[in-house]
T-cell receptor, first 113, second 119 residues
Framework: SAVISQKPSRDICQRGTSLTIQCQVDSQVTMMFWYRQQPGQSLTLIATANQGSEATYESGFVIDKFPISRPNLTFSTLTVSNMSPEDSSIYLC??????????FGSGTRLTVV | AQKITQTQPGMFVQEKEAVTLDCTYDTSDQSYGLFWYKQPSSGEMIFLIYQGSYDEQNATEGRYSLNFQKARKSANLVISASQLGDSAMYFCAMRETLAAYNQGGKLIFGQGTELSVKP
């Protein structure tokens, strides 16, 4: 299965600022997913990122708030823009591998103060 | 719409005993996949076990087994011989199938069950 390097692992940010999270995969993958996990909650999909096309956002998530880049088949970034304390969450990237398995990054624990 | 339900917010089990974590799902697809993940306090998602909708036998992976009852739409996780390190959140998830890609779409997660193993 694929190995994902996700950075940063954690950060404390001031409200109104932006944070960019990176995921680097050790193999080429078609689909990459970005999830948010608010404290004590389950994982909620933010968007699906395919290389060469615009990301597809789930209901309740907009590109202006969570812009995503997918420049190639091994890399993607998620930016959390104009942050507020409600954005404090764990953010995870995930990829589908050829055997239809799913691998997750180690997560970014974001605290907005 | 596809949905995963985990009705046990928290469970306790004595060390070395077995425990069953419940998961029911709802889908109109004939082809789907069911997953269980473990999430320790560190936040990482650890894959435990997978069951395909066409698999005739229940999946097993070491101390983990999946009790798949297709007619009842349930996919319960059984952990045998619980260890202190099993204390974590456990999520049941279902793969959405995208006919266009035929590679499996997003995962839909249940609310999770927090398992505590007592010494």
């Amino acid at each position: 299965s694929a190995v994902i390097s996700q950075k940063p692992s954690r950060d404390i940010c001031q409200r109104g600022t932006s944070l960019t999270i990176q995921c680097q995969v050790d193999s080429q993958v078609t689909m990459m997913f970005w999830y948010r996990q608010q404290p004590g909650q389950s994982l909620t999909l933010i968007a699906t990122a395919n290389q060469g096309s615009e990301a597809t956002y789930e209901s309740g998530f907009v590109i202006d708030k969570f812009p995503i880049s997918r420049p190639n088949l091994t890399f993607s970034t998620l930016t959390v823009s104009n942050m507020s304390p409600e954005d404090s969450s764990i953010y995870l990237c995930s990829v589908v591998t050829k055997d239809y398995g799913y691998t997750f990054g180690s997560g970014t624990r974001l605290t907005v103060v | 719409a596809q949905k995963i339900t985990q009705t046990q917010p928290g469970m306790f089990v004595q060390e070395k005993e077995a425990v069953t974590l419940d998961c029911t799902y709802d889908t109109s697809d004939q082809s789907y996949g069911l997953f269980w993940y473990k999430q320790p306090s560190s936040g990482e998602m650890i894959f435990l076990i997978y069951q395909g909708s066409y698999d005739e036998q229940n999946a097993t992976e070491g101390r983990y087994s999946l009790n798949f009852q297709k007619a009842r739409k349930s996919a319960n996780l059984v952990i045998s011989a619980s260890q202190l390190g099993d204390s974590a959140m456990y999520f049941c998830a279902m793969r959405e199938t995208l006919a266009a890609y035929n590679q499996g779409g997003k995962l839909i997660f249940g609310q999770g069950t927090e398992l505590s193993v007592k010494p």
